[in-house]
């Protein structure tokens, strides 16, 4: 799948926001209805935090990605495949609790997503509640294969600082995972590698730029 994508890279895309709390179980009965196209979208991307990674569904995001969550940080295609295809080495089981769409909008889409996580090497699994974000591309939020510029996931009511040592971590970690992945399907988006990228947005505390949300 190829497209047009809009021309700025993913860092200008972000959502930001904090909550006056961090219950984000969701409520599929609440969820709102999503156009056939959105749908296929989020049925892909609750695929790949299932452990059901394809190309296919990695082409859901443009070479110019980011995606951003308490430990990743990945600015581009290539690091983001490398993270949904470690997923299935990592765990040997994730399933999808629920979900509930509460914004739906022409660039974006949010949902809460429940999802447990079973461990390969400790037997233990994990249920983690989050606010999923996705920052659609603007060239391709009407088509029939819908991508996405800024993939956030927050676990909690606050937002990222992107800074710190916490934040070298995550840059860090996405950086090398896919450099470390002996995997076709990786290598697939190797070319993403020189996708356009911008600077990280630094905000202290975490809370700047991040007006209050409650869903």
Not at 26 to 35: A, G, H, R
Not at 93 to 102: F, L, P, Q, R, T
Not at 158 to 171: A, R, T, V
């Amino acid at each position: 799948m190829t497209s047009t994508t809009a021309t700025k890279p993913g860092e200008h895309y972000e959502p930001r926001q904090t909550s006056s709390n961090d219950d984000w179980k969701p409520d599929p009965s609440k969820s709102l209805p999503l156009t056939p196209a959105r749908q296929r979208l989020i049925d892909d991307i609750i695929a790949l935090y299932s452990c059901e990674p394809t190309v296919e569904r990695v082409k859901r995001y443009t070479p110019d990605c980011v995606y951003d969550d308490q430990f990743v940080y990945a600015n581009d295609r290539y690091k983001m495949a490398g993270q949904w295809f470690a997923l299935p080495k990592l765990f040997k089981a994730s399933k999808n609790e629920g979900y509930e769409i509460v914004k739906n909008e022409k660039d974006l889409i949010q949902f809460k997503n429940e999802q447990s996580w079973t461990f390969r090497v400790i037997p233990k699994t994990a249920t983690i509640n989050a606010l999923v974000s996705l920052a659609l591309d603007p060239a391709t939020a009407e088509s029939d294969f819908i991508q996405v510029k800024y993939h956030k996931d927050q676990a909690n009511d606050k937002d990222y600082s992107h800074e710190g040592l916490g934040f070298s971590f995550k840059k860090w970690q996405a950086d090398q995972v896919a450099k470390h992945m002996d995997s076709p399907e990786v290598e697939a988006f190797a070319a993403d590698k020189a996708a356009g990228k911008d600077e990280v947005r630094k905000y202290g505390d975490g809370k700047g730029s991040a007006p209050k949300l409650d869903l």
